[in-house]
Nanobody, 125 residues
């Protein structure tokens, strides 16, 4: 089993920054062959992929967040981060981290098997 726990959400004014964290634990580290991603879902909208940190270290971003969001992972490979800068009101959503065993660059939610509970981000204009 894999457990993912996000934190770091909150309320911020437009133009501000937040850093989200996702602590991973469980069997996923036994295989050491996994990819992790950040997703978000706004009310009434579908869940969308934002960034992927692939097994080999490859990093991929959705176009709308390139240059504003940065995905990273700590050296112990236990925590995934999403640094979000120049936040906009349209970034308001619940943010999730997700994991899947194996390599992927996919931003499709269906490509991921394990999900955290989400953390709320609210950006006011």
């Amino acid at each position: 089993q894999v457990q993912l726990v996000e934190s770091g959400g909150g309320s911020v004014q437009a133009g501000g920054s937040l850093r989200l964290s996702c602590v991973a634990s469980g069997d996923i580290y036994i295989t050491s062959a996994y990819s992790l991603g950040w997703f978000r879902q706004a009310p009434g909208k579908e869940r969308e992929g934002l960034a992927v940190f692939a097994r080999n270290g490859g990093i991929f971003y959705e176009d709308s967040v390139k240059g504003r969001f940065t995905i990273s992972r700590d050296s112990a490979k236990t925590t995934l981060y999403l640094q979000m800068n120049t936040l906009k009101s349209e970034d308001t959503a619940t943010y999730y981290c997700a994991a899947t065993v194996g390599w992927t660059s996919s931003l499709r939610p269906s490509s991921y098997n394990y999900w955290g509970q989400g953390t709320q981000v609210t950006v006011s204009s």
